[in-house]
């Protein structure tokens, strides 16, 4: 898949105008912590240099919980824009020390693949209410949902959406699951499998911060002629 193809992907849904980040050229510091960032601050969860209010604010179906590897680099991972773009139903969780025991009741479903994952039209939409994500590298990822006493014993759904996928070759970090781009494909699907209406771009925004970088990367690219790095990401979502 190409860069151009991707950017027809992208430019396809219904993603709100970024013009409020092309405005920030420059770090600022964290009002919370301090530290000097740029867009949002990574730790403490919050938009730096504009107010939430300019920004998307989705409401998701159900609770997104996602795990994150503490030893994972925060600046690599998506997971924060879910937490940005859909505070409210949101919760980023520290691996290994701050997984919550959830209960094996079937109200909590983890999004990975595997043998006994099920897709969304095999499921009861009034048989859950919380949806598990895991967000580290692909070897981190494996090794926290078959290690951890919890995450290990959830059951699973997968999504198996036909439509080309461009997230699978490009990422905006090579070794990173584009963790929002799973969650983003999982709601996208919560929508069509359940709702009665048909699916208008309700989810897009998720996707609202990486379309941000993904343009501004291959703007640089294109400025300096460096090539985007593609690489395979391993089949978080099967098809
Ligand atoms: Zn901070």
């Given at each position: 898949m190409?860069?151009?193809?991707?950017?027809?992907v992208?430019?396809?849904?219904a993603?709100s105008?970024?013009a409020i980040l092309?405005?920030i050229?420059?770090?600022l510091?964290?009002?919370?912590?301090?530290?000097?960032v740029m867009?949002?601050?990574?730790?403490?969860?919050r938009?730096?240099?504009?107010d939430?209010?300019?920004?998307p604010c989705l409401?998701l179906?159900?609770?997104?919980?996602?795990i994150?590897?503490?030893?994972?680099?925060d600046g690599?991972?998506?997971?924060?824009h879910?937490?940005?773009?859909a505070?409210a139903?949101?919760?980023?969780?520290?691996?290994?020390?701050?997984?919550?025991?959830?209960p094996?009741?079937?109200r909590?479903l983890?999004?990975?693949?595997?043998?006994?994952?099920?897709?969304?039209t095999?499921i009861?939409?009034?048989?859950?209410?919380r949806?598990?994500v895991?967000?580290?590298t692909?070897?981190?990822a494996?090794?926290?949902v078959r290690y951890?006493p919890v995450?290990?014993r959830?059951p699973?759904?997968m999504?198996?959406?036909e439509q080309?996928l461009?997230?699978r070759?490009?990422?905006?970090?090579?070794?990173?699951l584009?963790?929002i781009?799973a969650?983003?494909?999982?709601?996208r699907?919560?929508h069509?499998?359940y709702?009665t209406?048909?699916?208008a771009?309700?989810?897009?925004?998720?996707l609202?911060y990486f379309?941000?970088?993904y343009n501004r990367?291959?703007?640089e690219?294109?400025?300096?002629?460096?090539?985007?790095?593609r690489r395979?990401q391993?089949?978080y979502?099967k098809y």
């Open positions: 190409s860069a151009a193809d991707t950017n027809d992208l430019g396809r849904l993603i105008s970024t092309d405005r050229d420059t770090r510091p964290c009002p919370s912590c301090k530290k000097s867009y949002f601050c990574y730790y403490c969860h938009v730096v240099g504009y939430p209010s300019e920004i409401s179906p159900v609770q997104l919980d996602i994150k590897h503490s030893r994972e680099k690599k991972s998506t997971a924060i879910a937490k940005l773009l505070p139903h949101t919760t980023i969780h520290a691996y290994p020390e701050h997984v919550p025991d959830y094996v009741d079937g909590t983890l999004l990975f693949p595997g043998e006994d994952a099920r897709s969304l095999d009861d939409a009034a048989s859950f209410d949806l598990v895991v967000d580290g692909w070897n981190q494996k090794a926290m951890s995450l290990s959830l699973r759904v999504i198996r959406t080309t461009f997230w070759f490009q990422n905006l970090a090579s070794d990173h584009a963790t781009e969650i983003y494909y999982f709601y699907e919560y069509k499998a709702a209406s048909s699916y771009g309700e989810y897009d925004n998720l609202y379309k941000f970088f990367i291959q703007n690219y294109r400025r300096t002629g460096k090539p985007f790095t395979y391993g089949d979502i």
